[in-house]
């Protein structure tokens, strides 16, 4: 079990550019989560996959944010034309179907605009 | 929509000594988790405990236990002979796959 593991852990980018983070699960998990915490709050639940299927997407996520998990193992999470208040932490889960509820976490990529 | 409140923003407490965290929380749902999360400065959550909604069983692991009183929609952390590792951020969850967080408690350990 080496965890779950997100790509990178810091970036920094220019308004209006496109970036893309990428998550490992632990490899027996079948469901995969994303939230985004900004400085000073809890983080808030962005989307989920259980296995390939993306199963719930929050409000949150505005047409310029697209999640993917092809195979069913990693995910990546895109934002396209960033803006200053996307700058957050962008946080991974992943648990078994059998322990839905048991989040593991990520370290997160920490995403500043500027 | 499902609220999860920590009314308190900060806490500090001595070494050793016992401190309890606050969180309320808005469901009308009749089964459900709730969770308490450590933040480090690493950022990384941690899962400190977790309670079925069921259960009237408060939950415990080792040091940390809750008070669950699931009518006053109530779920506080105590966190008993405190040590300088638990200095963190207290987030209390409501949910199962898809958790709603508080907004955290800063938690400080004076030595």
């Known amino acids: 079990d080496t965890g779950v593991s997100q790509d990178p852990r810091h970036k920094i980018t220019k308004r209006g550019q496109n970036v893309t983070f990428r998550c490992d699960p632990i490899?027996?998990?079948?469901?995969l989560y994303w939230y985004r915490q900004t400085l000073g709050q809890g983080p808030e639940f962005l989307t989920y996959f259980q296995n390939e299927a993306q199963l719930e997407k929050s409000r949150l996520l505005s047409d310029r944010f697209s999640a993917e998990r092809p195979k069913g193992s990693f995910s990546t999470l895109e934002i396209q034309r960033t803006e200053q208040g996307d700058s957050a932490m962008y946080l991974c889960?992943?648990?078994?179907?059998?322990?839905?509820?048991?989040?593991?976490f990520g370290s997160g990529t920490q995403l500043s605009v500027l | 929509a499902q609220t999860v409140t920590q009314s308190q923003p900060e806490m500090s407490v001595q070494e050793a000594e016992t401190v309890t965290l606050s969180c309320t929380y808005d469901t009308s749902e009749s089964d459900y988790y709730l969770f308490w999360y450590k933040q480090p400065p690493s950022r990384q959550m941690i899962l400190v405990i977790r309670q079925e909604a069921y259960k009237q069983q408060n939950a415990t692991e080792n040091r940390f236990s809750v008070n669950f009183q699931k009518a006053a929609k109530s779920f506080s952390l105590k966190i008993s002979d405190s040590q300088l590792g638990d200095a963190a951020m207290y987030f209390c969850a409501k949910g199962a796959q898809k958790l709603v967080f508080g907004q955290g408690t800063r938690l400080t350990i004076n030595p």
């Open positions: 889960a992943s648990s078994s179907l059998s322990r839905a509820e048991k989040l593991f």
């Open positions: 490899s027996e998990h079948n469901r």
